[in-house]
């Protein structure tokens, strides 16, 4: 349990995520995490983004890759309420492929970005700088790779960010609760 003083705990774990946690927190490369819905995932990535900011140099980012608006929003007000505890800021952005210049401002700006995919690729392909600070990529849903040409398009953008950012010692973690194919994902 994580606690900000000695009475009022920050996370309470359920034993799927006690059991998830060590090797996810212990990686040095990208992790697939396959667990049934509702078992704690997404508390488990929270954990992962605190480590990651925590441990990381002055300015490492973290991004949470939401595939839908709905999500991105629920997503943002869960890591809002328990990361600003610790001191770290939230920002969504989401939309397809057009840039908002206030976006910009509000990625830079923020500790963890939750984005959708398009979002994510349309950001990449314009401000390859703002990459070089982000250390780790949460993928929700992943599932949804597998999900004609939007998933396709997921795939290949994965495949671009692992390449462009391999020597940033980037990580995946790539959540899902029903991928059948988890072991070649996470290959």
């Known amino acids: 349990i994580l606690t900000t003083d000695k009475h009022k705990p920050i996370y309470e774990l359920w034993k799927s995520q006690v059991e998830a946690l060590p090797s996810i927190l212990t990686a040095k490369d990208s992790v697939a995490l396959q667990m049934p819905t509702s078992a704690g995932k997404t508390r488990i990535a929270e954990i992962k983004i605190i480590q990651t900011l925590a441990l990381g140099e002055q300015g490492t ?3 949470y890759v939401a595939p839908y608006k709905s999500l991105a929003v629920q997503v ?12 770290f ?18 990625a830079e700006n923020s500790d963890v970005l939750v984005i959708t ?3 994510l690729d349309y950001l990449f392909r314009q401000n390859k700088g703002f990459f070089e600070q982000v250390k780790l990529i949460v993928i929700d849903e992943g599932h949804l790779i597998d999900n004609g040409v939007r ?6 953008l994965l495949n671009r960010l692992s390449r462009s950012l391999a020597k940033n010692n980037l990580q995946i973690l790539f959540i899902s609760a029903v991928v059948p194919n988890i072991i070649e994902i996470a290959t």
């Open 61 to 63: 980012k973290c991004i």
């Open 76 to 87: 943002e007000e869960t890591l809002s309420y328990y990361l600003s505890k610790v001191g």
């Open 89 to 106: 800021r939230v920002t969504s952005i989401f939309g397809s492929y057009e840039s908002i210049d206030f976006e910009d401002v509000l």
């Open 117 to 119: 995919p398009e979002k």
């Open 151 to 156: 998933g396709l398009r997921l795939e290949m």
